[in-house]
């Protein structure tokens, strides 16, 4: 017995030992992570003042790279080779496991971290095609010899980083899930392109509309779902003369519907907080007599960051901005010539067809009075801690059927039997566009640039030196009849198919206007008198039209004009809606809080500050409002899904229908009119934020209702930034929501010395151990700007660099 308790405690110490150190399936092994010598301890960082000579191999020549007091790097290189291979070492080391990671999900490999919980994300991705894009993808970027060097060296540089790589230096994620990084190959590029194109591209209402034009018929349709809104401001000014002679455009098949039973589609709707803005101010309305442009990129607001701020220099370029990691180059930016920014198109670039199979075996498949053959493409699925998975994909001509009858779709996914046919299936070389905007120098570097960009479609502001400003939606636009795919399509009908593509030179583009400035945020592209169909609906109106009432009223503006501008809160919608639906409700009926939240939305001047109430009110009113309007006829149910008319419409039925039957709820024996509508929805809003943050008091204000998180890639709030207390809203010009937002500001001052300010939520590093994880958080919230150090030799000398790295 003597001896029984030191053996019991060994035994266990041996068995804990043993357990923290394998996998148990899914489940990582928790021992290397606690580790003091190569466990989370490791990944403490501290900020570094010295100079440090880093011996790779790969490099042709010595890299000089400095970094400022954000630990933001400026690369020197004698040439472009060079110039990718550090930016790939670089983003590597403060970025691998996002880089990995988001590749990883697009290329549906996450199981193979996390285990079978993410199977079926990953059998959705692949069957979406994402592979079967990627690798078109690169094998365009491989065909150019400026995208194939670039590529080659980022991957280099990259690898080189990953080989030197020891277990106690693995970022914390890999640790927490228990795997290690892999060599990067060039299609991983390919793969990150294909993940953004999905982030911006993907959202769909074929199906639900479908289901509209079934139940209710064409006029119905037509009215509740007109092709373009009642107000809007285009990013392309109204009465613009169209340069070109159009080709003809295909003529639309009747039926244009395809012959489908109505079915259950969870395709995700797009997020309308996730979007942009951009403008660029010419050199009348510029205080300094050059263009000034800005740009703020409205995405998930994550941790580390979507961005990765970089300065390239190199004997054919010096750009500056905002990289992704995973993608070499600059994407937004400016250079001592020329500053450009993006936002989302939101083309209609992803149709469904009906397929018709000949038989069971799904061998062939008819398509214009012919049965054609079925190409087979078999996906490896990895599950940790378990067996492969073996999926086979059918693909017709249109692209992969996601899933065929007897198939459980994904949750949130695609309607059965149907192929999906998608832009990012089409091999295209889109790397080269921002290729050659980092080098460019004028407007017509910068059209000749455009040339080459398919997907995912931007509107390209730009402005230079030369004092030019333009604006560009730009991609690949199939060439479609009015409205081709605002409805499923018929897959055996060849009249169904893309015809072909819009000429680039006939996208629609603008330069010099006379109004003295270009700018969109998200809204239709162009007026009706656009000769092709680029998609039916596009964001909501406010936030452009905003933008273009405060760019309008502008005089000698600064970089700081255009800050507070990204910054601006006012809510357009509210103001429009208020005056409209406020006299409707029957004050008698309203009790308590109910009275007190009508007084707050009376006296509210419409603006999305932190300490408001009134957004908060506005905000979930016009959710409930909606609902009560359009519910009872709308619903989506297990075998039917719809959608509802936009606000848009919705609005301007209030003031020129007022009496129309629509207000009625038919499942209801009473027959309701818009008071009792506008009346209900309120009270039942004010009584729903009363359950939520109990009465009247400072826990309604909008911050805290709002409570925007910005979250770190894997969901772990440990390591994200809970409750940031920041104004702003879907809908206004700044469009911080709960999850999304600006994810990248900056402002540009083109002249003989450009200068330039900018900042994300979040920091270089993508290390939650690193004073760089999130320092810039509270900058990016209170809505300043950082300037961006922007230099012109190795020899500079700035109080913000801080060290010094030589690669050799």
């Excluded at 193979?112 to 095609?129: M, Q, S």
Aim: glycine letters at 6%; a neutral charge; hydrophobic letters at 40%.
């Amino acid at each position: 017995m003597h001896y029984l308790k030191p053996v019991l405690v060994s035994l266990l110490t041996i068995t804990l030992i043993w357990a923290l150190n394998r996998s148990w399936g899914s489940i990582p092994a928790f021992g290397p992570l606690l580790s003091p010598f190569v466990g989370f301890w490791q990944n403490t960082e501290v900020g570094s003042d010295t100079e440090q000579e880093i011996t790779l191999q790969g490099t042709k020549a010595p890299v000089t790279v400095l970094f400022d007091d954000l630990a933001i790097p400026h690369v020197f290189a004698q040439n472009d080779y060079d110039a990718y291979f550090a930016q790939g070492y670089l983003t590597a080391r403060d970025r691998l496991w996002q880089m990995e990671f988001q590749t990883h999900a697009a290329a549906g490999r996450v199981a193979e971290i996390v285990g079978d919980r993410a199977l079926e994300l990953d059998r959705y991705n692949r069957r979406l095609g994402m592979g079967f894009g990627a690798e078109k993808a690169v094998k365009a970027m491989m065909a150019d010899s400026r995208s194939r060097e670039s590529i080659e060296a980022y991957t280099a540089g990259i690898n080189a980083y990953i080989k030197q790589l020891k277990p106690a230096q693995y970022p914390l994620e890999y640790k927490l899930l228990g795997y290690a990084p892999e060599p990067w190959q060039p299609i991983k590029c390919a793969y990150f392109l294909k993940y953004m194109s999905g982030v911006l591209a993907l959202g769909a209402d074929d199906l639900n509309m479908s289901n509209v034009l079934k139940k209710y018929g064409t006029v119905v349709t037509n009215d509740l779902f007109p092709d373009y809104p009642t107000k809007e401001d285009p990013i392309i000014p109204q009465g613009t003369k169209w340069d070109f002679t159009p080709v003809a455009v295909p003529k639309a098949p009747d039926p244009v519907l395809a012959n489908i039973e109505s079915l259950a589609m969870r395709w995700p709707e797009h997020d309308p907080t996730i979007g942009s803005n951009n403008w660029a101010i010419g050199p009348k309305k510029s205080a300094t007599g050059y263009p000034i442009l800005a740009n703020d990129p409205h995405l998930a607001l994550n941790l580390p960051s979507i961005w990765y701020q970089i300065q390239l220099v190199t004997p054919t370029m010096n750009i500056y901005g905002a990289s992704m990691p995973g993608s070499p180059g600059v994407i937004i930016g400016f250079n001592k010539q020329i500053a450009w920014g993006v936002t989302n198109v939101g083309a209609d670039v992803l149709d469904f067809y009906q397929i018709k199979f000949k038989d069971a075996s799904k061998r062939e498949y008819w398509h214009d009075n012919q049965w054609k053959p079925v190409k087979r493409r078999i996906e490896v699925i990895k599950v940790k801690g378990k067996p492969d998975v073996v999926d086979t994909v059918l693909y017709t001509h249109h692209g992969p059927i996601m899933y065929t009858l007897g198939q459980k779709p994904f949750a949130k996914n695609v309607p059965v039997g149907y192929a999906a046919r998608w832009i990012a299936h089409e091999e295209s070389n889109d790397f080269l566009t921002y290729y050659l905007l980092d080098r460019a120098k004028n407007y017509d570097d910068y059209r000749e640039a455009l040339s080459h960009y398919a997907a995912p479609a931007q509107n390209f502001v730009f402005a230079d030196v030369a004092k030019d400003i333009a604006i560009t939606p730009n991609g690949r636009f199939p060439l479609k009849w009015k409205d081709q795919g605002k409805f499923l399509l018929d897959g055996t009908n060849p009249a169904h198919d893309w015809h072909g593509w819009i000429l680039m030179a006939q996208n629609p583009h603008v330069k010099n206007p006379a109004r003295g400035f270009v700018s969109s945020a998200n809204q239709s592209s162009t007026d009706p008198t656009y000769p092709y169909y680029i998609n039916w609906q596009f964001a909501p109106s406010e936030r452009g039209i905003r933008i273009n009432q405060r760019l309008t009223g502008m005089q000698n503006a600064t970089i700081d004009s255009l800050r507070q501008l990204q910054n601006d809160n006012l809510n357009l919608r509210a103001a429009n809606a208020l005056p409209v639906f406020l006299p409707h409700i029957q004050t008698k009926q309203l009790t308590g809080d109910q009275v007190k939240a009508l007084t707050i939305i009376k006296s509210w001047k419409y603006n999305h500050d932190v300490t408001e109430i009134g957004p908060t009110i506005f905000t979930e009113w016009s959710r409930q409002l909606m609902d009560a309007l359009w519910k009872d006829e709308f619903e989506s149910s297990d075998t039917v899904t719809m959608r509802y008319p936009s606000f848009d419409r919705t609005l301007s039925l209030a003031q020129k229908e007022p009496s129309s039957h629509w207000f009625d709820n038919v499942k209801t024996p009473a027959t309701e009119t818009i008071t009792d509508v506008v009346t209900a929805s309120f009270r039942s809003t004010i009584d729903s934020l009363v359950r939520k943050h109990g009465p009247i008091s400072e826990s309604w204000q909008w911050g805290s209702h709002k409570a925007t998180k910005i979250s770190h890639l894997a969901r772990l709030d440990a390591l994200s930034a809970l409750n940031v207390q920041v104004g702003g809203g879907s809908g206004i010009v700044n469009a911080t929501s709960e999850r999304n937002g600006p994810s990248w500001r900056m402002v540009v001052a083109l002249g003989p010395h450009p200068k330039a300010f900018g900042v994300y939520p979040g920091g270089q590093s993508g290390n939650p151990g690193s004073p760089y994880y999130m320092n810039m958080i509270e900058t990016w919230r209170t809505g300043q700007l950082n300037e961006l150090l922007y230099l012109q030799s190795p020899k500079d000398k700035h109080p913000r660099i801080k060290q010094k790295i030589v690669l050799k």
